[in-house]
């Protein structure tokens, strides 16, 4: 009887000793050998640590060029052979507010700071809009100064009209030889008026005679102004003589006290002085001081020629002109008046 291999629990193929035949051949583990290592490359040293200066490369230098001939065209070179600018300090003052209508005085002042002369000085004043002068249309203003030696000054007063409310502005250039020194812009803050000033003064008068200057004030409101105020400064060489009663004598002038302006109350205040001395331009100042209102400052200047004869000159007074850096006047505008005729002691 045949018997299934599959029965069979241990046949001889199976022994361990034939197993070699039977199982695939495993692959023999060869040791490794090392392999050959590089020489170490030397590692660059590193930069040190924090920030390191940076030095640009260098830059070619320019050779120089010559200076263009005075016939070239574009902005004007200074030469080295050509003596330095003068140093002309430029001030300026005016009131930070005033009325619509109304004067405001510039007070400039051109200081020599250098140490040569200042020659050929000229100064010039540009209004902005809302800005005039009076009885004139110019809005530009230029005034000679002659030479200022060093360290020494000239002063000129421009008085100006502004006719809207808002904050315009006048701009001053002072010029030397042509060449500019200083620039200033001041400007001024207008409101609605309330207080009417105006002078008048004679054109001209001879030395030894008198010129009568005439100050009004008036309320153009219909509400009464206190504590009103007239301060009179007469520059040289000029001296008050006599006036309109309630003079007050301090050390910037004569003063009057006006007190209440009732509604288009108007008062006029004469002062009379003498003229001592051969002036192309003497000039009177008048201050106005009120509660609540811009103050108000006006000039008027004359011309003081010589005596040709001992007999009194008799000068009408008329209008101040505005030359240069004068002024012009306005007509007051209110309806009453009140003016004082007495005089005061001639001193």
Known sequence: MFTSPHEVDDPAYLSPKYRQFHEPALPQRVPARPLPQPAP?????LPPRGPQPFELPA??????????SDDAGGPELV??????????????????????????????????????????????????????????????????????????????????????????????LVTSGGRESGW?????EFVPRKLDVAMTAPEQARVGGRATFVVSVANVTPDPIENVELLVTPGDPLRPVGGSAGARAT??????????????ERVSVEIDCECRAVAERACLRAHVTADAIPAESLERCLEIIPQVSSTRLTVPAVRGRAAGFESGVRQPRASGSRAGSSRFPAG
């Open 251 to 264: 050390a910037d002038g004569l003063v009057w006290t006006l007190g209440r302006l009732a509604a288009g």
């Open 79 to 172: 030469r080295p052979d050509e003596p330095p600018a003068p140093r002309l300090d430029l001030a300026v003052a005016a009131p930070t507010t005033a009325q619509v209508g109304g004067s405001v005085l510039f007070e400039i002042r051109v200081t020599n700071r250098g140490a040569a002369p200042a020659t050929n000085v000229v100064l010039e004043a540009t209004l902005d809009g809302g800005l005039r002068l009076p009885e004139r249309a110019d809005r530009r203003v230029v005034h000679p100064l002659g030479t200022i030696p060093a360290g020494q000054s000239r002063e000129a007063a421009l008085t100006v009209v502004g006719d809207q409310t808002g904050r315009p502005c006048a701009s001053f």
């Open 59 to 68: 830059q070619p230098v320019p050779s120089p060029r010559p200076l263009p």
């Open 41 to 45: 490359r030397p590692r660059p040293p």
């Open 184 to 188: 200033k812009k001041v400007c001024v």
